[in-house]
Every structure is written in structure tokens, then in C-alpha cells.
């Protein structure tokens, strides 16, 4: 793909590296976030500061958003200054975000009627695979459209793959959220097994990660629940989030999932004793 203007609404742990990627592969970059003082490297860097979301996009071909909660995602899309304001046809807006596959469905009506092209586009690989450029991402909408943004979703990810209609990539992001829930639990029970055993961490875990009891959570969290490390690669308050909307589309559907059931109450309760702004490997703390 030939250089282009690019947007990027949400600088934080993981926009952050994803910005530096298409800096990389040599597209111009207009950033814009809540709080400016977390997009001062990338402005350093060259990229360009926008007022508001809605002058983000005046000025951008493609625009990306990763932003919190769905809540955040409906400000952004459809506030007074948010990006359908400044918008134009012809343009394309991904969401990134982990939100609602129905929020998903409603913003890419909305872009349509002004003749924007909307994906829905979450993502899974934490703060590494963003800093890798590695990160597994899961899109929803026009098959077309995907295939048009494909280039830019290669400066930053390797497993991308189209999931269907609009909300489609939304709901492959509950599936996987759904999946590392109770991983989680087994990857902390399966330490401190281990740990009242009597052995020594790194060599069971040298033995575990690469069987048929294999995860990405055991090989790269793992690690850093053992070195006491529960920096945020992915915040416990967001994970709460997705669960929270996972056993909401979960109801939808009259399902009943009772491993993430028991994931979500323990991650609350572990928010609960101020841990909503660690890493979700901090799940380990649950047993203290």
C-alpha cells in the first residue's frame, strides 16, 4: 500500500507501539488521545496532534480507534467532535476496540449512511504482540473493505484473519476472551501446585509450556507472575470489561458459561482489593 494519512485515536499500551509500526512502514500518522501527555513520544517521534477525534479524521484516509470501554467507543464515533462528525466518504474507520458486537453493527450503519467504510477489528496479543507486531486480529464488515486495509493491519499483526458481517470480528474477540478466562485459572493453580510441591517454577514451566497443556497466557504470563512482575500488558479492569460483555451476548443467546462465570468474579474481586490497573496475570494475587 503507498503511503497514506493514518489516524490513531488511543495511544495507550498497546496504539503506542501500533502507531510506531505504521510510522515504520511510512505512513503519516495523526494522533489524538484523552490525555496528551501519553502521545508525547509518538508527537517526538513526528506523528501530529489532533484537537478532537472529528479533526483526527478530517485529515486521515484510514482512521483506527483502540480505545476503553464501549462507552468510550460511542463518544468517540458519535459525539459533537467525534469521528462521523469529521468524517468524509470514501474513508475508511477500523475499531479496534474489544465493545459491544452490536455498538459494532450500529457504527458501521451510521459510517455507511455517510458513505464511510467501517470495520470492526479487536485485537489479542497484549502489550508484546503490539510491540512485535504480532497481534492476532479478528474483523468484522465489508470483505472488500478488509482486503483494501489488509497492508495495515500486516505493519502490526500476523494472525489476521475476516470473521464475517459487521460485529462478526467483535464476537471472535468474546470467543477468545472466553477461552483465556479460565486459562488464567489454570495457569496460577497450575504454579502454585507446583510451588507447594516443592519445585522449582522455571524448570516446570520449561516442561509444561510446550505440551499439550501449551498456551500463549502459560508462556508469556507465566513468566511474569514467577518474577513477581504484574504490569499491565492488558489491565484486569479491561478483562473484566470484555467478560462482562461476553456473559451479556452469552445470555443473548441463552447460553450458560459457568468457567467465565467463576473468571469474572474472581477478577472482580480482585479489583476489588486495587488491582483493577494490573496486568491480568495479577490473577495469581487472588490466593494471597
Not at 467507543?73 to 474489544?98: C, H, K, N, S, W
Request: aromatic share 8%.
Amino acid at each position: 500500500m503507498e503511503n497514506i494519512k493514518v489516524g490513531f485515536i488511543g495511544t495507550g499500551v498497546m496504539g503506542k507501539s501500533m502507531v510506531r509500526h505504521l510510522q515504520k512502514a511510512g505512513h503519516e500518522l495523526f494522533v489524538y488521545t484523552r490525555t496528551k501527555a501519553k502521545a508525547e513520544e509518538l508527537l517526538n517521534e513526528g506523528a501530529v496532534w489532533c484537537q478532537t477525534p472529528a479533526e483526527a479524521a478530517r485529515q486521515t484516509d484510514v482512521l483506527f480507534t483502540i480505545v476503553g470501554e464501549p462507552s468510550d467507543v460511542e463518544e468517540v464515533y458519535f459525539g459533537r467532535e467525534g469521528v462521523l462528525a469529521g468524517g468524509r466518504p470514501g474513508q475508511t474507520i477500523i475499531d479496534m476496540t474489544t465493545s459491544n458486537p452490536s455498538l459494532a453493527a450500529q457504527v458501521y450503519e451510521k459510517a455507511k449512511e455517510k458513505g464511510i467504510d467501517a470495520l470492526d477489528a479487536p485485537v489479542s496479543g497484549g502489550d508484546t504482540g503490539a510491540k512485535n507486531g504480532t497481534l492476532a486480529i479478528m474483523v468484522g464488515g465489508n470483505r472488500t473493505t478488509f482486503e483494501k486495509v489488509l497492508p495495515l493491519f500486516e505493519t502490526f499483526g500476523q494472525n489476521i484473519v475476516y470473521q464475517g458481517e459487521a460485529g462478526a470480528g467483535q464476537h471472535a474477540k468474546m470467543s477468545n476472551q472466553i477461552a483465556i478466562a479460565t486459562n488464567m485459572i489454570g495457569v496460577c493453580e497450575a504454579l502454585l501446585y507446583a510451588q507447594k510441591a516443592g519445585l522449582n517454577l522455571d524448570t516446570v514451566l520449561k516442561s509444561i509450556s510446550t505440551g499439550a497443556a501449551g498456551s500463549w497466557s502459560l508462556s508469556n504470563l507465566a513468566p511474569r507472575m514467577i518474577q513477581g512482575d504484574f504490569a499491565p500488558g492488558f489491565y484486569v479492569k479491561h478483562f473484566i470489561k470484555d467478560m462482562r460483555i461476553a456473559m451479556e451476548e452469552s445470555e443473548k443467546m441463552e447460553l450458560d458459561l459457568p468457567g467465565l462465570a467463576l473468571a469474572k468474579r474472581m477478577y472482580e474481586e480482585l479489583a476489588s482489593k486495587g488491582e483493577a490497573e494490573s496486568g491480568t496475570q495479577a490473577l495469581l494475587k487472588y490466593w494471597n
